[in-house]
């Protein structure tokens, strides 16, 4: 019998969900508490524990669902693209509706003598707080989007505040021609082409469990823990996941921006020194000959004409997905190395696709 799938092996949109209702449950569960006290007495006891905790369950639960389709979803794309102040408001509006919904059943499965009958079986002040709760944990979810995935939570832990030593797989995509695209589109043009190029990159890479570091230009770079990188292989996925996402919006490109677009990626591991860096803006910042090699990888793209190039040092520590073959280049002297480094072309096999994996 095949055993249940652990919690980090879940995809992410229910991880989300999860971890949401699990967070909701728990607030809900303390604001009843609080509210019986602030009464005087613990409302009609245990039921009003459960039905704080239903109540928060199914509220906080909606949120992550919420939160996970807009984040996910291709009929969501003009939400994710809109200004924040209008992303923020629309999604409250949805949230208010998700809140009553929640408070209503759980005013009719455990309801207080004052309720009964009443023609809102719920305190408006219950309301208030949910709303502003949901808005609060909103805004600073669409915060950590706009850092990166973990980087507002690694500021306020203090993470990184002294650098450390880490372990991390190291992804590097820079899309093709993109300088005479820009000549040939114009600059504002090109800027949307770059915008839909990046966020079809970031979805798979996301659903990889990658993180986006830094834009440049029109060069993607995404990291990975080393361990999260090599289990199944999911910084090879993600690159080979980000063609297929290309290959099928392909008609939509042409139809928009009048070309295909593709890229090139350079794929390696190994130890970076990770801490924050900056005073009036900070981020947090990766150094080390590691991310120096994976750049240089990725150029190297250009001399041999592959599209996806990827050290020795990542493969030998990874099984590749049936679907993807590698065809060793050598070792190679990379441009400013004072040693050779062994790479192999990344190529799918004729006929199959990620999908089929």
Known sequence: MRAMPLFHQLPGRFRLTLW??????????????????QNGALLFGFAGVVRGTLTGAVIAGGVGTIESLIATQAWTAPLRDAPLAVHLTIKTVIL????LFGLVLGAWLFPTPREVGAWLPFQWVDVAFALVASF???FLIEVNRMLGRNVLLNFITGRYHRPKLEERVFLFIDMVGSTGTAERLGDRVFLRLLNRFVADLTVPIMAARGEIHRYVGDELIATWTLTDGLVEARCVRACFAALDRLASGAPAYQREFG?????????????????????VKKEIVFLGDTVNTT??????CRETGDQILASAVLLDRLALPPYIVKRPIGDRRLRGKESDIALFALERVIGARAAAD
């Not at 208010?96 to 809140?99: D, E, G, P, Q, T």
């Not at 295909?260 to 005073?279: D, K």
């Not at 750049?295 to 190297?300: D, E, H, L, S, T």
Request: charged share 5%; aromatic share 12%.
């Open 20 to 37: 949401f209702t699990a967070i909701g449950a728990v607030i809900g569960a303390a604001y009843a508490h609080f509210i019986s006290v």
């Open 96 to 99: 208010l509706a998700v809140i």
């Open 136 to 138: 609060v944990f909103n």
């Open 259 to 279: 070309l295909v677009v593709t890229f090139r990626a350079g794929l390696h591991c190994g130890p970076v020194v990770i801490g924050e860096m900056g005073t």
């Open 295 to 300: 750049a240089r990888i990725q150029n190297f």
